[in-house]
T-cell receptor
Framework: GEDVEQSLFLSVREGDSSVINCTYTDSSSTYLYWYKQEPGAGLQLLTY?????DMKQDQRLTVLLNKKDKHLSLRIADTQTGDSAIYFCAEPFLTGTASKLTFGTGTRLQVTL | DAGVIQSPRHEVTEMGQEVTLRCKPI?????LFWYRQTMMRGLELLIYFNNNVPIDDSGMPEDRFSAKMPNASFSTLKIQPSEPRDSAVYFC????????????FGPGTRLTVT
């Protein structure tokens, strides 16, 4: 798959939940990733989900995977101002024993008071 | 570990000049990736190495760009001659060849070509 699609912008109020969506293309992807990029910094892995899972929860983060629709979502509960960043969905293209990643366009999350 | 180290963090140069960006991957990682990020094109993979050997350079924009990895702890991305359209943030990332194949990104080099 070559196109990982995300909406470009999301604005939420502090304390509300944020849901960031992603559509990927390669049904054989073994892992799917969410990366976070804070202003002036590189990307940092936030969480990932293995393809045999439907859901993964990690504190305030919940990842949902719908393989039938090739849809991945990231829910952030109780969104804080420190969550303001760009969030990238990524899927791998396995090359032997490792993988290059294709990143989505990124969703800019703005948290307002 | 100090993470992926990139230098310089900021580079301002004039059109036509040679620019060299540097990267030190995380020790023990056997994959190294160079990305470019712009508002217009998003995050693009330029080239990646496995065990110091270039595997895929199909993302390198043109012959003005070249990348080397002389050893496991150092890589360079060179632009010669530079052009204003090369202005972007360049990221280096490294990973280990084992699941879940997480890539660790450096802080990036912000390049401005005037």
């Amino acid at each position: 798959g070559e196109d990982v699609e995300q909406s470009l912008f999301l604005s939420v109020r502090e304390g509300d939940s944020s849901v960031i969506n992603c559509t990927y293309t390669d049904s054989s992807s073994t892992y799917l990733y969410w990366y976070k990029q804070e202003p002036g910094a590189g990307l940092q892995l936030l969480t990932y989900i293995f393809s045999n899972m439907d859901m993964k929860q990690d504190q305030r983060l919940t990842v949902l995977l719908n393989k039938k629709d090739k849809h991945l979502s990231l829910r952030i509960a109780d969104t804080q101002t420190g969550d303001s960043a760009i969030y990238f969905c990524a899927e791998p293209f396995l090359t032997g024993t490792a993988s290059k990643l294709t990143f989505g366009t990124g969703t800019r999350l703005q948290v307002t008071l | 570990d100090a993470g992926v180290i990139q230098s310089p963090r900021h580079e301002v140069t004039e059109m036509g000049q040679e620019v060299t960006l540097r990267c030190k991957p995380i020790s023990g990682h056997d994959y190294l990736f160079w990305y470019r990020q712009t508002m217009m094109r998003g995050l693009e993979l330029l080239i990646y190495f496995n065990n110091n050997v270039p595997i895929d350079d199909s993302g390198m924009p043109e012959d003005r760009f070249s990348a080397k990895m002389p050893n496991a702890s150092f890589s360079t991305l060179k632009i010669q001659p530079s052009e204003p359209r090369d202005s972007a943030v360049y990221f280096c990332a490294s990973s280990y060849s084992g699941a879940p194949y997480e890539q660790y990104f450096g802080p990036g080099t912000r390049l401005t070509v005037t």
